[in-house]
């Protein structure tokens, strides 16, 4: 019997995060179901006190905001001492015994960052939340017990005596008073930040609370860094312990793995105005054009100057699955029937109208969109994660900071200097300040994009302060109604069927809809594709921003590449949006740079995010 209950703790212990996680998600949908009419815990609190329901709401999200930090820096402490593989290990790490940093305080550190935390999570539930940090607490309470039995019997008298020096979860007076020397330690390595900042997005998730009164917001911004840790958590915590003679494989295996940046379709649409691409390029009969895939808007769009061929090609498969989805789309349906399918127009047949188009894909584009049912619900241009973080974004920082009567104002306003006096006075504050710092944080975006967007980004860099002068420029100095980029970021569509991106217009529908057999997709690197190319093949060549995610040595090598397929005269278009790109020096005799050219559509492109646009010119007549 003994033996079995040892088990079943040893079961227990090693599936903790499991049952930690239904313990929290069991006392979330009681509150936010059976318990939803009832009043915050805060609120009863405050009523005690004398305080109305809202400002009770208030202090008690930034009571939370508090609280959370606290939890987060005594979470993150313990990586100034453990591994991330001990720390998340499923079994009982008993090689080392530590009594330094946290572990002079209390001897599970981790748990009671933890227990704090929930506690500050449940005043902003209903009663029922109270469960929260009372089943942990019973939950951790038989962890420890498992846990002390392995380490009493491993390090005998040694952790007898630290077990009489230092309390199991809740410090005393004796033992606060080793706060000074575990400080000594303290610090907040890639181990402790990396592996143990699960609640550090609630911080902002729960001031921007304080202002909506929502605790949902803080619980979809704090969301993604406890999916991630969790994440981690799990492939760490089942992965074996490697040894000297796999640690090269693994290495190999996470450089391979830094590889796969695409898992899904990134961008539904294209974030590049094609206008200026298409001034820059004058695109004759006897073009080829080149172009990245992206969403696949683009490509379809230089189909309207006529080309011979258009190349689209990317590397990520799902995004070419997209572009001939909608070139199957433009085969199979009327005009009307395009703008529903899309998600232009509000729709309840777009399966039946997949039914359709499906006969015109690609057999690889087939099999992946019969198993993409809710994209398909959805609409093709929202599928994307860009666009779904551009109606997060919509969700949690436009609609709570500007009314909809507002917005119309500003759309309607044509002139861009009432549109600037306005947005001093409706829209320049304090709360879109901080929740633009909070949407377009450096961690939350490497947690929702891929690491290998942000490789060659300097540290220094701000995506605050860069997102909110480039959106300032476009709301008081762009065109507003004709701007579909940024329409749908402030509305979550286009403004009207007026203003629709180029190749969705209805006067350009019959001219691509004769010329999208011109396309051809290419699933591919750059350098793989134009090394299967005779010299002098493509005329045109749209880059977007893929220069931000190489190294310069690898910049350098495909530019050299692009002029040994180019034709004499070519032209090259592309954006800058992180990273600063423009050809080296070293290439100077055959690629010149239109400058003057380049900030003349720049200053017209009402893709507005970029900070700089590149136009050049091939010469290849000039080689030596």
């Not at 190319?533 to 040595?553: A, G, Q, R, Y």
Request: hydrophobic letters at 40%; glycine letters at 4%; proline letters at 4%.
């Amino acid at each position: 019997m003994k033996n079995l209950n040892m088990k079943i703790k040893k079961i227990e212990f090693e599936i903790r995060i499991f049952i930690s996680f239904s313990i929290v998600i069991f006392v979330c949908v009681l509150s936010f179901s059976v318990f939803a009419q009832h009043p915050a815990n805060v609120v009863v609190i405050g009523k005690l006190t004398g305080l109305s329901a809202q400002t009770s709401m208030s202090l008690g999200f930034l009571m939370a905001a508090l609280i959370t930090a606290i939890a987060s820096v005594l979470r993150m402490w313990p990586g100034s001492v453990l591994t991330s593989r001990r720390m998340m290990a499923f079994p009982v790490q008993d090689d080392s015994l530590l009594v330094t940093g946290p572990y002079l305080i209390v001897r599970n550190p981790i748990y009671l960052a933890d227990l704090i935390a929930f506690s500050g999570f449940a005043l902003c539930l209903p009663f029922i939340g109270v469960l929260l940090p009372v089943l942990l607490y019973l939950h951790y309470t038989q962890l420890i017990k498992y846990e002390e039995v392995s380490l009493e019997r491993q390090f005998k008298e040694q952790y007898t005596g630290y077990k009489k020096r230092v309390p199991r979860l809740l410090p005393n007076h004796r033992s606060l008073g080793s706060v000074s020397a575990g400080l000594k330690e303290f610090e907040i390595n890639r181990d402790g930040f990396r592996h143990n900042a699960v609640y550090l997005l609630l911080i902002p998730g729960f001031i921007v609370a304080s202002f909506t009164h929502e605790i949902l917001h803080a619980i979809i911004i704090g969301l993604p860094a406890i999916i991630d840790w969790a994440v981690v958590h799990t492939r760490i915590g089942t992965s074996k312990k490697p040894n000297n003679n796999n640690i090269q494989k693994a290495k190999q295996e996470r450089i391979h793995s830094d590889k796969k940046v695409f898992k899904d379709i990134i961008y539904a649409q294209c974030w590049e105005d094609p206008r200026i691409d298409r001034e820059a390029f004058h695109i004759t009969s006897d073009d080829v054009v080149f172009s990245i895939t992206s969403g696949g808007c683009n490509a379809l769009a230089f189909l309207l100057d006529n080309p011979q061929k258009v190349i689209a090609l990317d590397m990520n498969p799902q995004q070419n699955f997209l572009l001939d989805l909608k070139i199957s789309a433009f085969k199979a349906l009327s005009y009307e029937e395009l703008l529903e399918f899309m998600g232009v127009r509000e729709s309840r047949n777009r399966f039946q109208l997949y039914e359709r188009v499906r006969d015109f894909l690609q057999p690889g584009s087939k099999r992946y969109w019969d198993r993409q049912r809710k994209k398909i619900q959805r609409g093709v241009i929202h599928c994307g994660r860009y666009e779904s973080y551009m109606r997060l974004l919509k969700r949690i920082v436009i609609t709570p900071l500007i009314s909809r009567r507002v917005l119309r104002k500003f759309f309607d306003t044509e002139d861009p200097s009432e549109r600037a006096v306005l947005f001093q006075k409706k829209w320049e504050n304090f709360r879109w300040w901080f929740l633009t710092r909070v949407m377009f944080s450096r961690r939350l975006n490497t947690l929702l994009f891929d690491k290998a967007f942000f490789a060659y980004l300097d540290e220094k860099f701000s995506f605050g302060n860069h997102f909110t002068e480039k959106a300032k420029r476009a709301i008081t100095q762009l065109p507003m109604k004709e701007n579909h980029f940024l329409s749908y970021i402030l509305l979550g569509r286009f403004y009207s069927e007026e203003y629709l991106p180029q190749y969705l217009k209805r006067e350009n529908y019959d001219v691509i809809r004769s010329r999208v057999d011109r396309v051809e997709i290419v699933t591919d690197s750059c350098e793989n594709y134009f090394s299967s190319l005779p010299d002098s093949s493509i005329s045109k060549f749209n880059f977007t921003n893929i220069f931000e995610w190489m190294s310069d040595d690898a910049y350098e090598g495909l530019l050299k590449e692009t002029v040994r397929v180019a034709k004499d005269r070519a032209v090259l278009t592309y954006r800058n949006l992180l990273v600063f790109r423009e050809h080296p020096s070293i290439l100077n005799n055959n690629i010149r740079s239109l400058k003057k050219v380049a900030k003349s559509l720049h200053e017209q492109d009402l893709s507005f995010i970029y900070n700089n646009y590149v136009v050049e010119e091939i010469h290849k007549r000039d080689e030596k």
